[in-house]
């Protein structure tokens, strides 16, 4: 849960002071009901990979001291859940700006038609980059149906899905940024995510 006194640093002046929660996102646009559809469904797929992730670790811990209880498909749903996990998170964080974001110029250009400029080159690099990868993701779909898994059996192809399904949703986030660029962006709450 976040502070309710929490101090935002943003590089917009007119949101340097105290805000609540609530208040976090005062001046952004409210997503249309798709996103946040999307978003509803991409977080609740991300709650249950994680937990097959703590239960398929758990497993392996308990069959550490208890033998009987050992199966190698625990670790490898585990591991199988990480890589869902991080491909299904990928568009509501690029949505949240939760992404790996490198703020060299966002300081230098703050205010400026320049630093507008420079979001809308992010924003369509983003989204460039998420169709490109949707596409590969697509063909890895029908590439890698006939592989499956060693313990678990289940077919490659289904990870691919995952990174479909968040490429897209990445590529969607981007492009809906575009005319909104000259407004303060939506920031990742992580208690949104605590259910």
């Known amino acids: 849960m976040s502070d309710e006194n929490e101090t935002d640093e943003s590089i917009y002046g007119h949101t340097d002071t105290v805000f609540t929660a609530p208040q976090r996102d005062r001046g952004v646009p409210p997503d249309p009901l798709v996103l946040r559809v999307l978003s509803h469904i ?9 937990a097959f992730i703590f239960v398929g670790v758990m497993y392996q ?3 550490r001291y208890v033998p009987a209880m050992g199966w190698v498909g625990a670790g490898e749903m585990a591991l199988l859940s990480m890589i869902a996990l991080t491909f299904i998170t990928t568009g509501y964080l690029v949505g949240r700006n939760g992404h790996v974001v490198i703020e060299v110029f966002d300081g230098m250009l703050a205010g400026t038609r ?5 979001r809308v080159v992010s924003a369509v690099v983003m989204a460039a980059t998420s169709l490109a990868l949707a596409y590969e993701a697509w063909v890895k779909i029908g590439a890698e149906w006939g592989r499956s898994s060693a313990a678990v ?3 490659l192809g289904v990870l691919y899905i995952f990174a479909l399904v968040g490429f897209v949703s990445a590529a969607v986030h981007s492009v809906y940024k575009i005319p909104y660029t000259n407004r303060p962006e939506r920031q990742l709450d992580i208690s949104e995510m605590e259910g």
């Open 114 to 118: 320049l630093f507008v400029a420079l």
């Open 42 to 50: 991409e977080v609740t797929v991300a709650v249950v990979l994680f």
């Open 153 to 155: 059996h289940l077919p």
């Open 61 to 63: 811990v308990l069959g």
